[in-house]
């Protein structure tokens, strides 16, 4: 069957091209997914933006009503990264209720991925580094409220740390946070995870698979997961912008089918969402973020 990708097209807030961040990633990723014949409509869902009530789930109050006033203030919105105005705050509940859809396809499919998230560095009081919500912490503790989850698992392979996600979720024992990302990448102050493994600079495709090939059996031993979280930023990839790695294509390839093939091979259900990424070249930043997408579809 069709993988299941949840998109919508105000992901895109219309940044201006020489943003420091590629927003119009979003449209060319769908247009990269519709070339490889996977945005057909059976496949596509749409979320609704999200109540500010799984918000809240998540983080504080003052902060969720800010950024649903856009009246975030000024500091926090220099910690972003950019001002949070109407089609921002519109975004990042569309980008968050996005996940937690994904989420639910994913526990009824076996599989969905996100054509956004992965805001992992929004914490609970703020949020800071592109992210203004954080998607997977919200989904997780959206799933665990609803009781549709015990055992959340989030794979957090984004080049920079998981510190958000870690803050949020470190009193939520139901929730086990495993990231492994560039030592010497943003953030500098590190938010300890349940499981944090840091690699040196140019760390490259053999070095990075053996790493993760060893984790992998280790996680999903330890508990019997119900759904895994996949944030599978390409930012690991040598042409990134940011990022301090130097996986190649085939290395973002064999990276996203070892995580998937791992845990579709145990019944376990997984949401992809597409973390960060960045580059000039937008198109090509997109193909990156395409891999994904071809790699979850092999197991749909
Ligand atoms: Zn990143």
Known sequence: ??????????YDAGFAVNHRFPMSKYPLLMAALR?????????????????????????????????LACEVPARIEREIGFPVGQRVSLRAQLATAGTVLAARLALKHGIACNAAGGSHHARRAQGAGFCTFNDVAVASLALLAEHAVGNILIVDLDVHQGDGTADILKDEPRAFTFSMHGERNYPARKIASDLDVALPDGTGDAAYLDRLGAILPELSASRRWDIAFYNAGVDVHAEDRLGRLSLTDNGLRARDKAVIGHFRARGIPLCGVIGGGYSTDVPALAQRHAILFEVAAGFA
């Open 1 to 10: 069957m069709a993988l299941q990708i949840v998109h919508h097209p105000d």
């Open 35 to 67: 070339a490889r014949g996977l945005a057909v409509p059976e496949a596509l869902s749409m979320p609704e933006p999200a109540p500010a009530a799984w918000l809240k789930l998540a983080h504080a109050g003052d902060y969720v009503d800010q950024v």
